[in-house]
């Protein structure tokens, strides 16, 4: 599954460490997620979108079919 959470990251100007903290994980979950290392618990995942005000489905999107909108 690949992720936009750089990206959203980026615009609200949180570094890897600071939504780490937000969500109560390591810089590094944080990393392995961005990079399509790891994928998140659904409950990390809600916690990563809630944090960078997005909904999950302009977070995430599955591989199959891999446009995405706008």
Do not use: H, W
């Not at 809630?50 to 995430?60: A, H, I, Y």
């Amino acid at each position: 599954m690949e992720n936009r959470i750089k990206e959203f990251r980026e615009k609200k100007s949180f570094s890897q460490g600071k939504l780490a903290d937000i969500c109560q994980v390591s810089r590094q979950t944080i990393n392995a997620i961005e990079n399509n290392k790891y994928d998140p618990s659904l409950q990390l995942a809600f916690d990563i979108a809630r944090s960078l005000d997005v909904s999950m489905e302009e977070l995430f999107m599955s591989q199959k079919g891999g446009k995405r909108n706008g």
